[in-house]
């Protein structure tokens, strides 16, 4: 499956996209939570590169700068930081309703 290059063309992807809302993030850049967005939906360096027209050593970097503001110390677990502050900014949304 070739990496994914066209945001139009994925609803889930414009949905990870717009999912930050509410999200707080914490020390991370606009740059590195665009990044771990994409992490959380599986993506791998070449495809997340692809995708924000950069190299894969590039987001290498980010990574790296990634986990060490999070203090994790693996992708798996910077996913389980994004979704659990992601599932927690919507539960509190509804919540609100």
């Given at each position: 499956m070739p990496p994914q290059t066209s945001l139009a063309d994925d609803g889930l992807s414009k949905a990870v996209l717009n999912s930050a809302r509410g999200v707080d993030l914490g020390p991370?850049?606009?740059?590195?939570i665009e990044?771990?967005?994409w992490i959380a939906v599986g993506k791998r360096n070449g495809e997340i590169g692809t995708i924000l027209e950069c190299s894969p050593r590039t987001v290498q970097k980010h990574v790296q700068n990634i986990l060490h503001k999070l203090g994790v110390e693996t992708r798996t677990a910077a996913c389980a930081w994004w979704h659990e502050r992601h599932y927690a900014a919507e539960r509190n949304l509804v919540a609100a309703r």
């Amino acid at each position: 499956m070739p990496p994914q290059t066209s945001l139009a063309d994925d609803g889930l992807s414009k949905a990870v996209l717009n999912s930050a809302r509410g999200v707080d993030l914490g020390p991370l850049t606009p740059r590195e939570i665009e990044v771990l967005k994409w992490i959380a939906v599986g993506k791998r360096n070449g495809e997340i590169g692809t995708i924000l027209e950069c190299s894969p050593r590039t987001v290498q970097k980010h990574v790296q700068n990634i986990l060490h503001k999070l203090g994790v110390e693996t992708r798996t677990a910077a996913c389980a930081w994004w979704h659990e502050r992601h599932y927690a900014a919507e539960r509190n949304l509804v919540a609100a309703r």
